[in-house]
């Protein structure tokens, strides 16, 4: 889901190719683990301007998932744009130390979501990852939990997003 429906992309961005730098906020969110799951992107120009922003629920995920498909998400959002620099801002240590190289990816469902967001980082010369304080990433969170507070309304299910996930693997819609 977009926020406000329609385009992701922020309209004073929209037919514009290329950004000096952004800055992108992604965040998973998983009640239950595995259970529902989601994702919150936040991408924003190096002024602070909000580029794109998007939240979106992803089907039955592990939260260290749900991560990964939010960043995954967002680079394939950024593949229609040439970027300079490439700062990504996490609340996920494991996430963070996974792509900088510190952790090994040991587990068997994130080493396939590993590779693909290591790929897709490839394209960028100068892209770093920082792991940050949650509160330092409460819109990338607020639209994760959105997601999953509409999904399980959806479902009648009504607040808390306990409702059982309906099968779809951890690369939810919006891409397809």
């Known amino acids: 889901m977009a926020r406000g429906g329609g385009s992701?992309?922020?309209?004073?961005?929209?037919?514009r190719s290329s950004f000096g730098s952004l800055t992108v906020q992604t965040d998973g969110a998983?009640?239950?683990n595995p259970g529902p799951a989601s994702i919150g992107?936040?991408?924003?120009?190096?002024?602070?301007?909000?580029v794109a922003s998007f939240g979106e629920y992803?089907?039955?995920?592990?939260?260290?998932?749900?991560?990964?498909?939010a960043l995954v998400h967002a680079l394939r959002l950024l593949s229609a744009f040439e970027v300079g620099r490439l700062r990504l801002r996490v609340d996920s240590e494991l996430l963070a130390k996974q792509l900088r190289g510190e952790y090994r990816v040991k587990e068997p469902h994130l080493q396939a979501l590993h590779a693909q967001a290591m790929s897709m980082l490839g394209r960028y010369q100068d892209w770093s990852v920082e792991h940050v304080p949650r509160e330092e990433n409460r819109e990338a969170d607020a639209l994760a939990n959105q997601a999953l507070d509409d999904y399980?309304?959806?479902?009648?299910?009504?607040e808390g997003g306990r409702a059982e996930g309906d099968g779809r693997p951890p690369q939810g819609s919006l891409f397809g």
């Open 8 to 15: 992701v992309i922020n309209p004073a961005y929209r037919g």
């Open 30 to 32: 998983a009640r239950g």
């Open 41 to 50: 992107v936040v991408v924003r120009e190096e002024g602070g301007e909000e």
């Open 58 to 69: 992803i089907g039955t995920a592990t939260n260290n998932a749900a991560e990964y498909t």
């Open 152 to 158: 399980a309304e959806s479902r009648g299910k009504g």
